[in-house]
């Protein structure tokens, strides 16, 4: 193996132009990029390659041509008139110590520009630019921009803490002053031109039904904070 770096990529053919790292630098083109890829999408892992990128050049000691590019699964051992130079992938990964990798040592870290994904033993977490979501056995955290954040408990109770949570206040506040109105003295009484007071009973039989609605709406906003 010869460590390696990536100077051109063609995501269409799969293969990249690489130059070798050594005393006497050699450029190869059109190598075949390593990944994963097993039939019929059933499963792949690809890691995309771009200018720079760092890995190393597997060589073969049996012409590789055939099988990359006829498909044929019979490899013939006894050729042996190719270029060895080329008869090579390069596998992607391999860097610098001096690199940073920005990898979690307590678990598995993928990460691709901004977005990163982190697996650990209790907790998977989805983070990039602007938001992230935290996963874990008790909750489920979401977070976008700065100031909004949702959180969802294994009880399935949700906590709010944005402009949304303002609402929920505010609405509460609306709701109980409307339920105070239906049980504050005077408020149902009727004033004629006389200036007589007199009860009005016309929605009196409603007012319990609606206080027991209004509770019942107000309880249950509550219960979202």
């Known amino acids: 193996m010869i460590p390696a770096v990536v100077s051109t990529y063609d995501h269409k053919t799969k293969t990249a132009c690489v130059v070798t790292v050594e005393e006497l630098p050699i450029e190869l083109p059109d190598v075949p990029i390593w990944n994963i890829f097993c039939g019929d999408e059933k499963a792949t892992f690809y890691v995309p390659v771009e200018e720079g990128t760092g890995g190393m050049l597997l060589y073969f000691s049996v012409d590789i041509y055939d099988f990359l590019y006829k498909g044929k699964q019979e490899v013939d051992?006894?050729?042996?008139?190719?270029e060895p130079l080329?008869?090579?992938?390069?596998?992607?990964?391999?860097?610098?110590?001096?690199?940073?990798?920005?990898?979690?040592?307590?678990?598995?870290?993928?990460?691709?520009?901004?977005?990163?994904?982190?697996?650990?033993?209790?907790?998977?977490?989805?983070?990039?630019?602007?938001?992230?979501?935290?996963?874990?056995?008790?909750?489920?955290?979401?977070?976008?921009?700065?100031?909004?954040?949702?959180?969802?408990?294994?009880?399935?109770?949700?906590?709010?803490?944005?402009?949304?949570?303002?609402?929920?206040?505010?609405?509460?506040?609306?709701?109980?002053?409307?339920?105070d109105l239906h049980i504050t003295p005077g408020v149902w009484e009727y004033v004629n031109t006389a200036g007589v007071v007199t009860p009005c009973t016309v929605n009196a039989i409603q007012v319990p039904i609606v206080l027991g609605q209004m509770n019942a709406v107000i309880n249950k906003i509550k219960t979202f904070n």
């Open 77 to 82: 051992t006894k050729r042996a008139n190719f």
């Open 86 to 179: 080329g008869n090579c992938i390069f596998i992607p990964g391999l860097n610098s110590f001096l690199q940073e990798n920005g990898a979690d040592e307590n678990g598995i870290t993928l990460k691709y520009g901004k977005s990163t994904a982190l697996l650990k033993n209790d907790v998977f977490t989805l983070t990039c630019d602007t938001g992230s979501v935290t996963i874990t056995k008790d909750n489920v955290k979401l977070k976008v921009g700065d100031d909004n954040d949702v959180e969802i408990t294994s009880a399935g109770k949700f906590k709010v803490n944005n402009s949304t949570a303002e609402l929920l206040t505010e609405v509460v506040g609306i709701l109980e002053q409307l339920r």
